[in-house]
């Protein structure tokens, strides 16, 4: 029989132009002991995409497998041993008129832990202080705009975590190289490159964070050198700063 039941509402409110947005609204239960996400949520596709807000590292995401993007679907995952894995069907949120859309995206991900226990749902090397892990992951993407592969590798030890992330998709085959180093419980710093393999430059993004309380309360300062060019074809080029709270 079903059982575990549980639901997640949340809503986001970017700024003072914008008015109050849904992001996640689902519900999970568990059968036979297959988890089961019913509603809108992340489809599973890259670590970037599906680790949550308080739990980043960088400021941004990739950008890669989604985003951040909800979607709505139904999602079966379990766990195996060393493997994960997880299989959904989303609606694109295509347009109707478009003959070529089929309405539907099918995502299949899975893990292995090669060695310890990875953690896949944060960013950097705070939760892994003292331990080693590796781990890997494959995602497939099917659907109107057509098939996509994402390969990735987890590494952590000690104060040292990596992460690397492939895309094949029919568009180009981006690459996303991204490191950090503890200071110390308080202080970690990291680097992250992307090539976009779209003609752009690489982006890179060097940021430091103040760990006031873990990731339910920390300070980031990030710097950014986009692959983005302006009108004046000077380079785009940001700082940023974010204090997150999180309960």
């Not at 609204?25 to 019913?38: D, E, L, N, P």
């Not at 949120?93 to 089929?102: C, I, K, Q, S, V």
Request: proline fraction near 3%.
């Amino acid at each position: 029989e079903f059982n575990d039941y549980g639901y997640v509402i949340s809503v986001d409110y970017d700024d003072p132009t914008s008015s109050v947005g849904l992001r996640d609204a689902y519900a999970t239960a568990s059968y036979a002991g297959v988890g089961w996400t019913f509603g809108q949520f992340r489809a599973p596709t890259t670590s970037s995409h599906l680790v949550t807000e308080s739990h980043q590292f960088f400021m941004d995401r990739t950008g890669f497998g989604g985003g951040g993007l909800r979607q709505t679907g139904l999602m079966a995952s379990g766990t195996f041993d060393s493997f994960g894995w997880a299989l959904a069907v989303m609606d694109d949120e295509g347009l109707p008129a478009d003959p070529n859309d089929d309405d539907e995206d099918f995502h299949a991900r899975v893990t292995f832990d090669v060695m310890g226990s990875a953690h896949r749902d944060c960013e950097g090397s705070y939760d892994s202080l003292g331990t080693t892990n590796l781990s890997l992951a494959v995602a497939l993407d099917s659907g109107s705009s057509g098939d996509t592969t994402y390969i990735e590798g987890t590494w952590a030890n000690g104060p040292f975590w990596a992460h690397l992330e492939l895309v094949d998709a029919e568009t180009g085959s981006p690459v996303t190289l991204a490191a950090t180093y503890a200071i110390s419980t308080q202080y970690e710093v990291g680097l992250r490159t992307e090539d976009p393999d779209d003609g752009a430059d690489s982006a890179t993004s060097i940021a430091v964070s103040r760990y006031v309380s873990g990731h339910n309360c920390k300070w980031t300062l990030q710097f950014d050198d986009g692959d983005d060019y302006d009108a004046d074809g000077s380079e785009d080029q940001r700082i940023s700063a974010g204090f997150l709270v999180s309960f």
